[in-house]
Structure formats: structure tokens, C-alpha cells
């Protein structure tokens, strides 16, 4: 079964600065994909960033990019210039690539501070 | 272009009752996924349908059971509920069933009593 694991409940960022969250996943898949979702207080998930598991480079959205380790399973988002904005519950998301079922790990709450 | 909007908000019921959820899917989105999200947790899928067709399922009992209609909106329906169903319900839309852009709305709240 693929599971993912998010070990940071809770992070804490100040404004403008960097933070880095962890996820790592357990799958025996070579064709897969991951994302990184945010869910702010509104409750409705967005979409931040994916990443398909064969593509070697790493995904970037503006202030948003990835460190996808294949061989190590882990999947990190960084948040550049960090805003009060993305403060908010972040889900680490593994799809299989011809399966629907969606498998999130258990977040980890973002505070900015200003 | 309309967003994915669910209803109600917000639902207390008591166990042993059924409840129905309604999602209509974002327009041109042919597919609707349903989740669990207890709290604390991420959310665990439920299942998807596409073009009005069960199309892959998730580990919940029979008595979660859905609709698509022609228009591609949804419903789910939890019978007999227990405690443990108390959890946000999310709907996700798609273009095609694998296709990994979701767009969710945002969610119901059940709350079993």
C-alpha cells in the first residue's frame, strides 16, 4: 500500500523568509505523481505544485518549488519570500499513475509570522 | 467559469440516519471525486465517478454509496451513520478521471451526534 508521511505537524515561517516542508512516501510504483496541496481556513484544497515521478528535474511554481529525491522517496516543498497569505494547512498527495485514488499524508500547519 | 460548490455547509444528524450530500462539479469537469477528511487527518478518498459510472472506490463500506447526473453534479449518501462518520466531506472535479488537476470545493461539515 503507498502511504505518506508528513513529520512535521506544525512549522513556523517569519515573513519573507524560507521554509522547507518534509514528505516522504512508500510505493513500489515507478509511474507515479505527487503534489502539494494547500488548504487554507475556507477549507477548500488547492493545488500548489505536482511533480510526475519521471521527470528528473524539479518542479517550480513562482515562489514555490520542490526537492524530489526518487531513490530517498522524499518529496519537500519550499516556500520563497514567505507571505502571510500561505499561511494555511499543507497536504503532501500521491497518485498513482493509472489509479484515482489520491493518498494525503496528514499535513502540516503553516504559520507566518509578520 | 463557475467554481465546484457543495451543500449544505453544515449537517448534524444523529446515528442510525442518512444523509445526502450535493456537489456540482466545476463547468466543463466531467468527473467528481468525494473524500473523508477526519479531523486532523488528510483526506481519504471515497470514490470517483465519471460519466455517471462508479469508476474506482476507496476502503468505505457499501453504505457510502453515490449518483452523477447528466449534468455531472453528485451526490453521496451515508446510510445508517455512525459517530465515526462525523468528518468533512470534500468534492474534487475533474477533466477525466486521471486527470490529477482537482478542483475542490468547499466541503461539507457532518457532524454525527
Known amino acids: 500500500a503507498q502511504t505518506v508521511t508528513q513529520s512535521q505537524p506544525e512549522m513556523s515561517v517569519q515573513e519573507a523568509e524560507t521554509v522547507t516542508l518534509s514528505c516522504t512516501y512508500d510505493t513500489s510504483e515507478s509511474d507515479y505523481y505527487l503534489f502539494w496541496y494547500k488548504q487554507p481556513p475556507s477549507r477548500q484544497m488547492i493545488l500548489v505544485i505536482r511533480q510526475e515521478a519521471y521527470k528528473q528535474q524539479n518542479a517550480t511554481e513562482n515562489r514555490f518549488s520542490v526537492n524530489f529525491q526518487k531513490a530517498a522517496k522524499s518529496f519537500s516543498l519550499k516556500i520563497s519570500d514567505s507571505q502571510l497569505g500561505d499561511a494555511a494547512m499543507y497536504f503532501c498527495a500521491y497518485r498513482r499513475g493509472n489509479n484515482n485514488d489520491m493518498r494525503f499524508g496528514a499535513g502540516t500547519r503553516l504559520t507566518v509570522k509578520p | 467559469e463557475t467554481g465546484v460548490t457543495q451543500s449544505p455547509t453544515h449537517l448534524i444528524k444523529t446515528r442510525g440516519q442518512q444523509v445526502t450530500l450535493r456537489c456540482s462539479s466545476q463547468s466543463g469537469h466531467n468527473t467528481v471525486s468525494w473524500y473523508q477528511q477526519a479531523l486532523g487527518q488528510g483526506p481519504q478518498f471515497i470514490f470517483q465517478?465519471?460519466?455517471?459510472?462508479?469508476?474506482g472506490r476507496g476502503n468505505f463500506p457499501p453504505r457510502f454509496s453515490g449518483l452523477q447526473f447528466p449534468n455531472y453534479s453528485s451526490e453521496l449518501n451515508v446510510n445508517a451513520l455512525e459517530l465515526d462518520d462525523s468528518a468533512l466531506y470534500l468534492c474534487?472535479?475533474?477533466?477525466?478521471?486521471?486527470?490529477?488537476?482537482?478542483?475542490f470545493g468547499s466541503g461539507t461539515q457532518l457532524s454525527v451526534l
Open positions: 474534487a472535479s475533474s477533466r477525466g478521471f486521471l486527470n490529477e488537476k482537482l478542483f
Open positions: 465517478y465519471y460519466r455517471e459510472e462508479e469508476n
